[in-house]
């Protein structure tokens, strides 16, 4: 099955596997820009596998920090250029998830995407200094920062790193390792082929297809 058909298949019924306040962690392997950052993580001593991050709002909508912060629709990412995961924090509330999209929309909608943020975090990984902690600020965001901020809102983290200096990489590591977090759904491509994880709180069903 392709990604264009799982993405037809997910989009039935409004997307119900999915739910507000959900991260998304995406690997574009087309992007030289994605290239860029999966090699200052090489340079940090680790080797990424996402190089984006953002927040799922609802019916196939999320919010994310790209030229500028902004709504878009998930579908660009089942083109066949992306991996992506879907991850959940089984703590949250619907009133956690109602203030962290609240916090999206009306506060960060229109902003620029920080660029300078994204300079100091390769200067970390080419350093090993934290540059991004001292000098970063709450003003503007990069992607995982973004993700960082609002789940602060909450009083929740996605990262073990300072607020405004998590990668996206930052970000898959803490929460696959959390007992309260959960990969909700997976597309990846391995070998050629598209492996699709969907869980249920944990169940998980593999399914595997050559495209």
């Known amino acids: ?80 250029k992306h991996d992506i995961y879907f991850y959940r924090c089984i703590e949250l509330n619907d009133e956690d998830r109602d203030k962290l999209v609240a916090e999206a929309i009306k506060k960060w909608t229109g902003k620029p995407y920080d660029i300078l943020g994204i300079f100091w975090q390769a200067l970390d990984a080419i350093t090993g200094k934290n540059y991004s902690e001292k000098y970063n600020t709450s003003k503007l965001a990069y992607c995982s920062e973004l993700v960082q901020r609002l789940y602060w809102k909450i009083r929740r983290k996605v990262s073990k790193e300072a607020i405004g200096s998590a990668t996206p990489d930052d970000i898959r590591i803490y929460v696959d390792k959390s007992k309260i977090w959960k990969l909700i759904f997976s597309l990846k491509k391995k070998d050629g082929k598209w492996i699709v994880i969907v869980s249920e709180e944990g169940l998980y069903l593999a399914i595997k297809s050559i495209l």
């Open 1 to 80: 099955m392709k990604p264009k058909e799982i993405y037809k298949n997910l989009s039935k019924d409004n997307f119900p596997l999915f739910l507000r306040g959900d991260v998304i962690l995406t690997n574009n392997h087309k992007s030289l820009f994605a290239r860029l950052i999966r090699f200052a993580g090489r340079l940090g001593g680790s080797d990424p596998i996402v190089n984006h991050a953002e927040v799922y709002l609802s019916m196939g909508k999320s919010f994310s920090a790209d030229r500028k912060m902004c709504v878009h629709g998930i579908e660009q990412y089942f083109k066949g």
